[in-house]
């Protein structure tokens, strides 16, 4: 019996961590992986601190501070419900059940998916969702990346420093990312903006071929071997049925990152908090830690 499950090891999960492992909390953090959205990011210019600094690097800043405390944990194990009684939290995952006298939802945010026909055929073969994680494959070639706000940006800008040609397709009338990053990729001579544009189908054989749109009254067939995802993200909250969500799925939570359930925090991009930034995720995994400090001493 743990006193804290911490679910998630992004950037509010190793946070809420470090802070409850020196309040003395007997805790376990359970995560697919560790870094979160922040290891996929490119390169990141205001996280404070840091002039410039990359994803990967922030992410294994952060593992690194976790385990100087020793903080258990299971990797690897993706959690598929929780649920609670009158005495105990009930997590279980992929691999086994864990309990706990409380848990922190950290669970982040995953890709969201353009449910068109190829997409789940070419997926890992030539479609992704990670940039950050597969641009350097894609050295040389063409590719298309599908999205306008500040992710299928930051895929632009990694981009078109080694891709042949880029084309950014964008389902809205214009870019909603930040104006600084608009301009750097307005500004590049290999990326085509498509506005107003709608992707039809992902078409190849063995590996990704090309993309079909629907771009000013036409349907066009772009000749690409690559296809970056970049349309926003859905919350990881389905493993939770008992705590109250949004519309979007999010996990509604106060000003202490109490959710409507009595000893079940959460925290970071997987809540309804405004704003989803690294260092906004980790203040608030800190505010969930000291929240259930706070708990945890009420029930004693």
């Not at 009930?90 to 922190?104: L, P």
């Not at 830690?289 to 009420?298: K, M, P």
């Amino acid at each position: 019996m743990y006193d804290l499950i911490v679910i998630g090891a992004g950037p509010a999960g190793i946070t809420a961590a470090i802070y409850a492992i020196r309040k003395k909390i007997n805790l376990l953090v359970i995560s697919k992986d560790i870094g979160g959205q922040a290891a996929w990011s490119g390169d990141i210019e205001n996280y404070t601190g840091y002039q410039f600094i990359t994803g990967p690097e922030l992410a294994s800043k952060f593992e690194d501070h976790m385990h100087k405390y020793g903080i258990s944990m299971k990797e690897g194990e993706e959690v598929v419900d929780v649920r609670k009684t009158d005495e105990k939290v009930i997590v279980k995952t992929d691999k086994g059940t864990y309990e706990s006298k409380m848990v922190i939802v950290a669970s982040g945010k995953k890709s969201r998916e353009l449910n068109v026909p190829g997409e789940v055929e070419f997926k890992n073969r030539g479609l992704t969702y990670c940039a950050t994680c597969d641009a350097p494959i894609f050295s040389g070639k063409s590719v298309a990346i599908i999205g306008g706000g500040n992710s299928a940006l930051d895929a632009a800008l990694q981009l078109m420093r080694i891709a042949k040609n880029v084309y950014l397709i964008n389902t809205a009338a214009r870019l909603t990312g930040d104006p600084v990053m608009i301009e750097k990729v307005q500004e590049s001579k290999i990326v085509s903006i498509m506005n107003s544009a709608k992707v039809l189908s992902i078409t190849g054989d063995k590996m990704v071929k090309g993309i079909k749109v629907e771009h000013s009254g036409k349907a066009l067939e772009l000749a690409v071997e690559g296809i970056f995802v970049e349309i926003g993200l859905v919350p990881n909250s389905h493993f939770i049925p008992l705590v109250a969500k949004n519309s979007l799925g999010e996990i509604i939570v106060n000003s202490f990152n109490h959710t409507n359930i009595p000893g079940l925090f959460a925290a970071g991009d997987v809540t309804d908090v405004p704003e989803k930034q690294i260092i906004i995720a980790g203040g608030e995994g800190a505010k969930a830690a000291l929240s259930a400090f706070r708990y945890l001493n009420q029930q004693r």
